[in-house]
């Protein structure tokens, strides 16, 4: 079991950024694939980006690559989302997850979310 917080959302101008936290209880943190998906008004939730447990392979879904770059730190049991150019279509909430990794995150926990808008 393990338990996810996320941080660092907010208001932010088009172009400007933000970086999210997700801070992960227990302690077997490092044996998880880590990821961030969002979900935005009327719209399903979809994949942003994933790290894998280890050797800190990643995957980003089109629309963010080359903007975000998602990191984990074992040690602080946390991983984090650092959004550049952020763009109004960005604007969601953000979610933290915790998987496996089979080609890509799998999840199997949740955080609570936290709202990043983006103003245009």
């Known amino acids: 079991q393990v338990q996810l917080v996320e941080s660092g ?8 950024s933000l970086r999210l936290s997700c801070a992960a209880s227990g302690r ?3 044996s998880y694939a880590m990821g961030w998906f969002r ?7 979809r994949f942003v ?13 089109d629309s963010v690559k ?3 770059t998602i990191s984990r730190d074992n040690a602080k049991n ?9 763009k109004p279509e960005d604007t969601a909430v953000y979610y933290c997850t915790a998987g496996t990794w089979v080609l ?3 999840p199997n926990y949740w955080g609570q979310g936290t709202q990043v808008t983006v103003s245009s």
Do not use: C, H
């Not at 946390?78 to 952020?86: A, C, F, G």
């Open 9 to 16: 959302g907010g208001l932010v101008e088009a172009g400007g």
């Open 28 to 30: 077997t943190f490092s």
């Open 39 to 45: 979900q935005a008004p009327g719209k399903e939730r």
């Open 49 to 61: 980006a994933a790290i894998a447990r280890s050797d800190d392979t990643t995957r980003y879904a």
């Open 66 to 68: 080359g903007r975000f």
């Open 78 to 86: 946390t991983i984090y989302l650092q959004m550049n150019s952020l």
């Open 104 to 106: 890509g995150i799998v």
